[in-house]
């Protein structure tokens, strides 16, 4: 049965009219959805029962289980969430001091194969449905209930590719931010892709308020196309063609996501090719400490040798942040803790 987390609200508009009910409804049967958090239609008690029975008839609230869930020192928690199908995701709850942001995963294991990330060791199974985004957003917001607390940020950064599911990622971000839905504010928004310069060509004519972040992790195509295999179909030059373009349309400022790799991307050459790439741009490089993944030979730089890089971009005029480790304590580098959980 269809999820009623996969319909945005024109969808249910559309769904309530085809039935022959009144569409306005659907407002009310978002705020319970969404607001209320109700984990059955019957719990909707300013709706018919005529409705409820026809909801009840064609549509589910079907959260997914929780699998596994670790808590971090530092206050990070980290869900392994199982679908109806079996099908286990990641979701990471982190606690800034803007407030609350939760991670989600936008596919079932990941077709891009970047060299050093463990959410390729399992190749995609398949895409997650609007629905399933939603639901870890609401699942990590029922958490969060219990505090009383609000989730107020997202970024789509766990397993998987979102542009490689641009349809699904992009009504279920709608769905978040509508203001009868979980009204996670557009600019609260962040979607990260690996490259895929189709879908970001797309996604600049969409005018849309979300954060774009670049994994971009190498500033050569000699050594990006080593690293992570999506270069070699959009090269850099490719790559920055579009985020201009992007630029040119939308005031946001972009993210470039740049792992530090001891001893290969975090040379002085580096910075310098870095810094000569993001030349004019509205953009900023936030630099990332490699999560060790046990199957894969890279490292993180030292701490030292991480500060070099980071000052001598900061002295080349370059804007540039040096993210804090999270959640270390946990599996909660990207993929781990489900590739612990899952043969490969
Ligand atoms: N496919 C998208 C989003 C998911 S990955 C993308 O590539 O952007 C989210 C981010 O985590 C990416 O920047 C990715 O390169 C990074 N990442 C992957 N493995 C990591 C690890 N072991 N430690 C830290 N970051 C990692």
Redesign the pocket.
Known sequence: MRSVYDLSLSDLQDYLKENELKPFHAKQIFRWLYDKRISSFSQMSDISKKMIDQLEKDLEIKLPEIAEKQVSKDGTKKFLFRFSDGSLVESVLMVFDYGFSA?L??QVG?N?G?S????GLLKKQRDLTAGEIVSQALMIQKELDLDEQRLGNI??????????NYDNVMKAMSILNDPFGLQIGARHIS?????VVPSINRFAKEDLQYNL???L?APNDELRSKL?P?NKAYPLNELFKALRDYSSVNNRRLTF?Y?LLKGVNDSPTEAKQIKDLLKGMNAYINL??????KE?D?E?SDEENALRFYDLLKKNGVSVTLRQKRGTDIDA????LRANKTEH
């Open positions: 991670c995963s936008s990941c891009m970047c050093f990330c463990a959410s970024v789509v950064m766990g397993t998987g590719e979102p542009f490689d979607i990260s892709t690996c490259g972040a670049i994994s992790h992570m999506i996501e792992l990332i400490p490699y999560n060790k993944v894969k890279f993180t580098a990207c993929g781990q």
